[in-house]
């Protein structure tokens, strides 16, 4: 069975902060790589892919991958009130099926 | 741009009635899926079609049934509500090689 684990939180980082969100998978031929937000209440929204060993940076939020330990991180830099979200992880497999994590909680303290 | 709408939004079904949740993509995806979200959990994969008259089941499928006619179009049906099918239902769409997925904003199903 293909599983995605995540720490379900909650994580708290004053704003400002480094917030560090974690994510494992077990299925090593595992192509792509996803980041999804997800506010209370709503449908989830992409905020980064990556598919290659390596970092990924796309303006405060970078991706980290590193396939030989099956590890996908998310760092979210000058944490913002509005980056409170739950964050799920996503992982896609050969024949186009995806899995998620169970999401990290995410709150920003002002 | 519309981009993937759901409907209904919200739904209460009685126990053994039937439904069907509608998803329609104005984006001319190939690709389209089917998640439920329980309380407190990840989506997961219900059904999921790459292109119109192919579709194929994912992780949890007993109890759901689909068809893909059309590019746009990828209705769910549920045909004997059971309790444990009460869950916010979202449907979505990609396509390309980064496959990134587009979600509709879910349609809330209660079955009591």
């Known amino acids: 069975q293909k599983e995605v684990e995540q720490n379900s939180g909650p994580l708290s980082v004053p704003e400002g902060a480094i917030a560090s969100l974690n994510c494992t998978y077990s299925?090593?031929?595992?192509?792509?790589f996803f980041w999804y937000r997800q506010y209370s209440g709503k449908s989830p929204e992409l905020i980064m892919s990556?598919?290659?060993?390596g970092d990924k940076e796309d303006g405060r939020f970078t991706a980290q991958l590193n396939k030989a330990s099956q590890y996908v991180s998310l760092l979210i830099r000058d944490s913002q009130p509005s980056d409170s979200a739950t964050y799920l992880c996503?992982?896609?497999?050969?024949?186009?099926?995806?899995?998620f994590g169970t999401g990290t909680s995410l709150t920003v303290i002002p | 741009n519309a981009g993937v709408t759901q409907t209904p939004k919200f739904r209460i079904l009685k126990i053994g009635q039937s439904m069907t949740l509608q998803c329609t993509q104005d984006?001319?995806?190939?690709?389209m899926y089917w998640y439920r979200q329980d309380p407190g959990m990840g989506l997961k994969l219900i059904y999921y079609?790459?292109?119109?008259?192919?579709?194929d089941k994912g992780e949890v499928p007993n109890g759901y049934n689909v068809s893909r006619s059309t590019t746009e179009d990828f209705p769910l049906r549920l045909e004997l509500a059971a309790p444990s099918q009460t869950s916010v239902y979202f449907c979505a769409s990609s396509q390309g090689l980064e496959n990134i997925q587009y979600f509709g904003a879910g349609t809330r199903l209660s079955v009591l």
């Open positions: 984006m001319n995806h190939n690709y």
């Open positions: 990556i598919y290659s060993n």
């Open positions: 299925d090593r031929v595992s192509q792509s």
């Open positions: 996503a992982v896609k497999v050969a024949g186009n099926q995806f899995y």
């Open positions: 079609s790459v292109g119109a008259g192919i579709t």
